[in-house]
Structure formats: C-alpha cells, structure tokens
C-alpha cells in the first residue's frame, strides 16, 4: 500500500460507499420498520405500491447514462462542463416524462384510487430531484465520493428525523411519501453546496445537442436493460397491489424488506472479485473458469447459509421486526429468502457476461425473468395472493439466474457451473 497512491484513493473511495450503504441499511431498515408498525399492513401496503410504481419508471429518469459519464469525463476533462450540462439537461426533461408516466399509469390502474393517485404524485418528486445526481458522477469521476456520500447521508438523515416526527405526530400516510420527495431534495442541495464548494459552478454547464445525441445513442440498450430490470424487481408488488389487497400488499412488502437485506453482500464481493477475473480471462482460460467457479460456489454457500436458519426461524424473525400483525409475511419471507440463493448467483453470472461483453445476453435473461414473473403472478396472485407473489420471485429469479443459461448454448457450460455450486456449495 505503501506509495501507492492511486490504490489507496481508490480504497478509501470504496470504504465511504461501502459505508455509506451499511448507513443507509441499518437506519433504512429501523426507520422503515417503525413506519411499518405504525401505519400497519393495509398503509404500508398503500405507499409500498406507490414506491414501486416510481421504481419501474425510475429507469427512465435515469436513462442508462451513469457509467457511460463517468467514462467520458475521465476520458475527456477538457469537455466536462459540456458533459456534465447535457447530461443535466437530458435527464431533466427525462424525469418530467417519468414522473408524467408514473401519475398516468396510476390513474389508469386505480381510476378510484385518490390515495394511490396521491401518493405517487408527491412520491413521483424524488426523481425530478434526483436529476442533480449528475453532481454525483462528477464526483466518482474524480474519486471522491466521500462529497457524495456527505450530500446524501445528511440529506438521509435529515429526512430519517423527520419520518420519526412524523409518527410521533400521527400524520397521515401522504406525509411519508412527502419525506422521501424530501430526502431527494435535500441530496440535490447538498451535492449543489459541495460541487460549490470545491470551486465549481453550474451557472458555467452548457447543454450540446450533438452531445446529447451521442449520448443517448450509447444509453438506449442500458434504458431497456434499466426497466426491463426494475419491471423484474417490483412487478411482483404492483400485480399484488393490483389483484389483492393493500393489506395483502403490506404484508408481502415487510418480508421483501427482510429478504433484501442480505443483496448488498453478493454484489460487495463480486465487485471486488471482478478485476481479477478479467484479468484471468486475458492470460490463463483456465483459471479463469477456475476462479469463477470458485465465486459461484462461495456465492451459493452464503445464499444457503442465510436461507437455511432464515427457513426455520421465519415467524420469530417477522415477530421481532413487525408484530403480531405481519405474522402472516412469514411463509412469503421463506420462500423470498430462497429467491436470494439464485439472486445470489445471478449477480455472479453477471460478472461473467460483463466480462465476455455479453451486455445483450444479459438483457435477453433479465428479460425472460420478468417475463416469467408477470406470468406467473398473474396465474398465483388471484389463488395464494402473497404467498403466490413470493413463489412466482423464487421461480422468475431462478429462471432469470439459472435456468435460462440453458437455452443458450454458449451459456450451457455457465449453466452446469451454476448447478455444480448448488448441489456442492463451499467457502474456499
């Protein structure tokens, strides 16, 4: 480590948004349980359906581009305030047309729904604030997340003290959905004071057309990646929210909450794991299968490790977080905890077709995995309701990790790698 400079920033920008997410997790998770108790399952159910019609369009907001700018800032910093304007000026104009589509497809799926309708309209805010993310990539581009991570934590924090008044004061659900609008803005200020701070002005971003155009050339097949994934990821709440019950909705939104506890360790380790195995790719084929086998394994290891004891301890687990009146979450929380064993291997496989540049193959899995989701919630959801909504995740996640890297002949070795490390799971 010793003179390495540019390894220790690098560390050390790792270690604030390592920090910054265990933050974020551990007050995230206390504050959201609270809120859970307070407004019970059918209020909880109201503003989880809400948050998860933001989410699906909240790929178009971001349109793809948070790696494509860090790459072209690095690349070209003499362009920076061309870049970084346009890419404001894109994104703007995106989440107005998101949060446009959020409200309407709101009324269209609930016309009756005032508080549906409500709620997503002042929830739907987070993503016009959230275009002055653009600050952010600034940053990463420079290494220095850690000004990020300032912005946003005290914004977080801010808003978490307000959500505890909130239900000090017994306000209305409507009133949490406008604390985290809230949280967004005070993130856009924060990263607007600190981009000042550091001697950088707004005022000198410029907006290039022909920027924009190369840059959403770059980022459409990553705008249909982000909401083909998003789709993946909470249609099984909206089609619950749509077909059942906000009550139903509540419970089923409680044992998701616990089961995605546990996404930011595979993602940790893969992300720490992944240059190495580039690099083994370049030198020693071999060993580069070698070494992703050996990520599978421990991947599998760590997903039966949480499954397993989460499997038998369920109803103590929901009791202890949510109460008496979310005890019917711990059939859904079983089976959503053994979702996470082929999640856990999907972000491991994942590494792999980055590595090989297999960006499409990955869109055409995600996309199968939602697809298989849609399906199957629509035949489960009307019969089991949320214990549906959990096995229609189990099966679409293992579709979209395992299952499908069988119809794709390149991916059939890929396919036996994955099956070896679930009949055979290790640490080492």
């Known amino acids: 480590m010793e003179g390495r400079h540019e390894l220790q920033k690098v560390l050390t920008n790792t270690g604030w948004l390592f920090g910054d997410r265990l933050l974020r997790m551990g007050i995230g998770l206390f504050i959201g349980i609270w809120i859970a108790r307070y407004l019970g ?73 005032r508080s549906s309708q409500l709620l997503v309209a002042v929830m739907g805010w987070a993503m016009i604030f959230g275009s002055f993310d653009v600050i952010d990539l600034y940053f990463q581009s420079k290494v220095q997340s850690k000004f990020a991570v300032y912005a946003k934590n005290t914004g977080f924090i801010i808003a978490s003290i307000v959500r505890v008044a909130l239900i000090a004061a017994k306000a209305p659900v409507v009133a949490f959905a406008a604390a985290n609008s809230l949280e967004y803005c005070l993130g856009a ?139 019917a979450a711990a059939p859904m929380l079983v089976l959503l905890i053994w979702s996470d064993v082929f999640a856990n291997l999907a972000v491991a496989r994942n590494a792999f077709l980055m590595a090989m540049n297999w960006t499409r193959v990955l869109l055409v899995m995600t996309f199968l995995g939602a697809i298989s989701n849609i399906a199957l919630n ?23 990790g395992h299952g499908a890297c069988y119809l794709y002949k390149p991916l059939r070795r890929t396919a036996n790698m994955l099956s070896r490390s679930l009949l055979y799971p290790r640490f080492w």
């Open 41 to 113: 399952p059918s209020g909880y159910g109201l503003i989880s359906y809400a948050a998860s019609m933001c989410a699906v369009f909240s790929a178009i907001a971001v349109m793809g581009l948070d790696a494509i700018v860090v790459r072209e800032l690095v690349k070209e910093p003499e362009r920076e305030q061309e870049i970084l304007g346009t890419v404001l000026g894109i994104r703007v104009v995106a989440s107005f047309a998101a949060y446009f589509l959020t409200v309407v497809t709101t009324f269209i799926l609930r016309p009756d729904d």
């Open 189 to 327: 200020i924060g990263l607007w004071y600190l981009y000042r701070r550091n001697g950088e002005f707004i005022s000198r971003w410029r907006v290039r057309l022909e920027l924009a155009r190369k840059l959403l050339a770059d980022s459409w097949p990553l705008v249909l990646s982000g909401i083909v994934f998003m789709v993946y990821m909470r249609i099984d709440q909206i089609m619950l929210g749509q077909m059942s019950t906000n009550h139903e909705l509540g419970i089923y939104a409680s044992a998701v909450k616990i089961a995605e506890i546990w996404f930011f360790i595979p993602t940790a380790i893969v992300s720490s794991v992944f240059p190495n195995i580039v690099r083994a790719r370049q030198t020693d084929e071999k060993e580069f299968y070698n070494r992703l086998q050996k990520l599978y394994n421990l991947l599998a290891f760590l997903g039966y490790v949480i499954a397993i004891p989460v499997t038998f301890l369920a109803g103590v687990v929901v009791y202890l977080f949510y109460g008496e009146a979310y005890a």
């Open 378 to 400: 629509f035949f489960l959801v009307p019969k089991y309701g949320g214990v549906g909504a959990a096995a229609a995740s189990l099966i679409s996640y293992w579709v979209a």
